[in-house]
């Protein structure tokens, strides 16, 4: 394979701009994959033309979910909750031919391989609380009195689960299984919306955010599990980092409001491997 490995998240195509951002993406070589790590928009139907305009011009896309596409918003004729969202939003991905979460991994052969490429879907369980607070309930109401709420109070539901930390759990659960199975002797590319690892969020300018955008169940998941990387978006701070030896890609595109205060046309695939 003369191809490389890109990925890019939080395309957010509810945006114009980024709409047109978005069909600016386009492979280098006929080999290229791409990985597209959440939050490509909040309507079933956008997630689904995104998706199929990108599958057809990558060798291969893998998809992880966001937030975003796990909400039951109002202006989305597709009214489906939690785990049944989750599981059409996997059915339209199988159909047009984009690898999700609950396929098989598979194992990138071009430069920097072989490498295991495994998309994880795992949510967030409230551990990475506000400061000064020791519980879930506290570190809420620190966000309620700061005005910094996530969208996800509103319009993520859990259904069947009776909170999004159970679910978080049960996904945690099948996920570390299907990862300790991987071979030992390859290495990974561990792609989830949500960083693996607390620190990306201590960047944050409001750290009561940081309770929706991990668990810390996950803090050795890039050792245990041999990452080479770890992609992730949500933050909406393109950069990267290193813990524990291991490259950490932030890669969203974010809201036009952000990348313009960045400059210049964004161009925000990020090079992985190749």
């Known amino acids: 394979m003369t ?12 945006y114009a701009e980024n709409r047109a951002v978005v069909d600016g993406l386009r492979p280098q070589t006929a080999d290229d994959w791409l990985i597209v790590a959440g939050d490509v928009g909040e309507v079933f139907a956008d ?12 060798a291969r896309v893998v998809w992880a979910p966001g937030n975003h596409e ?17 599981d059409a939003l996997v059915a339209m991905c199988r159909e047009l031919g984009v690898l ?21 879907f795992l949510l967030y369980d409230y551990s990475f609380r ?12 620190a966000a309620y009195d700061a005005g910094v709420v996530c969208t996800d109070e509103m319009l993520l539901h859990p259904d069947p689960y009776p909170d999004r930390e159970s679910w978080c759990a049960a996904r945690l659960a099948v996920t570390g299984r299907r990862l300790e199975a991987t071979d030992p002797a390859l290495p990974t590319v561990l792609v989830t919306h949500w960083p693996l690892v607390r620190q990306p969020t201590d960047v944050l300018w409001f750290p009561e955010f940081a309770q929706w955008c991990g668990t810390d169940r996950t803090a050795d998941w890039h050792v245990r599990h041999r990452a080479a990387v770890a ?25 036009p409001r952000e990348w ?15």
């Not at 997630?47 to 990558?58: N, S």
């Open 100 to 120: 999700t979460p609950e396929d098989d991994y598979q194992v990138w052969r071009g430069a920097g391989g072989p490498v295991t490429v495994a998309p994880l």
């Open 231 to 255: 992609v992730y978006g949500h933050l909406h701070i393109p950069r990267t980092t290193h813990y524990d030896g291991v490259r950490f890609e932030e890669v969203s595109l974010g809201y």
């Open 47 to 58: 997630v689904e033309r995104t998706l199929r305009l990108l599958r057809d011009r990558f």
């Open 130 to 141: 506000a400061p000064g607070t020791t519980t879930k309930e506290e570190s809420l109401r």
């Open 3 to 14: 191809g490389a490995l890109y990925a890019v998240s939080d395309l957010h195509v509810s």
């Open 260 to 274: 313009r205060r960045r400059g210049g046309v964004p161009a925000p695939m990020k090079r992985i491997l190749g």
């Open 70 to 86: 796990l909400w039951t918003h109002p202006n989305d004729p597709v009214t489906l909750r939690g785990v049944a969202r989750y």
